[in-house]
């Protein structure tokens, strides 16, 4: 796509965009500055107008009916979570049965390692990324030890290659080769926080069943951000949160997934409560868990109503945009965003700013992680003081979110003038 700095361009764009109206259906924070551009969907989405009444709808539900509200609410509490179930499957590419949402991701996680990372005396390794999210690292260090294996010999992390910043396929597909006969699970985030690389999950799925293992991800950064199409891939499980590219509120309740294939295997181990018990005994309580077929097969407890509300309201967006609308915007508001960066570098090569996201779009989701080795932390603070809100990780890369579904075109100018202002020592 042609790209040109100019607000008459960013403003051409955003008034030929389909989805341009969505942009009005959420709250901007307004910190104290003249202009405010929004990049941290990838860390905390914004709020949806529509939520507030959502989560009101139920106060006044549990204020009017109490306990009744479970059966008598305009939408029972007790089987409330369902009607999350399509908008969230459609999201991630799944069939309804094999997606439900519940507790949060690491959570999640955890719960889902007790079925899927089943390591035996032979088989007990875990590939992953380098650079993961330190939840997934913390996570994977201590089910290792709970199944007696040392982290650093059961985590094999996959590295880039010297000097390269984002890990290659090839180099993935080769360890899942090498160590296909100690193999337990392939474990990866859909999209790696730090460098915002897309991962071809289909392809990993396939390299770890041919080596007899497991394919799990964590979809954090990729759920409402690419297009994801987890049946198909044959995925065999993945859990991710809400609360990011999903703006259903800080800590929000999460969403698992487990393939059709598994649904049904009621031998599996698994930690059971009363919401994941065959609904028709529910109320029995007499001892013998037995689970339900499907994701919901995992439920432990009932469900959180007040955030779920909130969810169901922010789903109801995504259902409306859809997946393929969001994406095409996507690539385009992401690549103006890269177009902007590579402009400021070049005009300013003592920042030595580099761009460490995949340049090819169909390897990244709506994110641009940059380098600015050259002025470091510095940078990052003075941009949040001009307005820019985005995110820094050590040592010195900025992460930022042009977030389709909110963003605009004229969101990356003003952040394109405001960071030149900067990098040319004037101030904001
Ligand atoms: C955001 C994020 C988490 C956070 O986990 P919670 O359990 O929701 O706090 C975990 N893993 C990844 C990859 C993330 O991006």
Redo the contacts with the bound molecule.
Sequence with gaps: MHYEPTLEFARAQDAADPLRKFRERFHFPSLGTDELVYFTGHSLGLQPKSLRAAVELELDEWAKYGVEGHFHSTNPWYSYHERLTPPMAAIVGAQESEVVCMN????NIHLLFVSFYRPTKERYKIIAEAKM?P??RYLLETQARFHGFEPDDAIVEVQPREGERVVLEEDILAAIESHADELALVFF?GVN?FTGQLFDMQRLTRAAHDAGAVAGF?L??AAGNVPLALHDWNVDFAAW?SY?YLNAGPGNV?AIFVHERHGKRFELPRFGGWWGHDKATRFQMESGFRPMEGAEGWQLSNAPILGMAATKASLDLFAEAGMPGLREKSEKLTGYLEYTVDALADEFPDARISIITPRDPARRGCQISMDVAGRERRLFDDMVAAGVIADFREPCIIRMAPVPLYNSFEDVHVFGRLLRTLLAGGGA
């Design positions: 949060s991701l690491t959570t999210f939840s997934d985030g926080y964590d954090a950064h949160c990011k999460g």
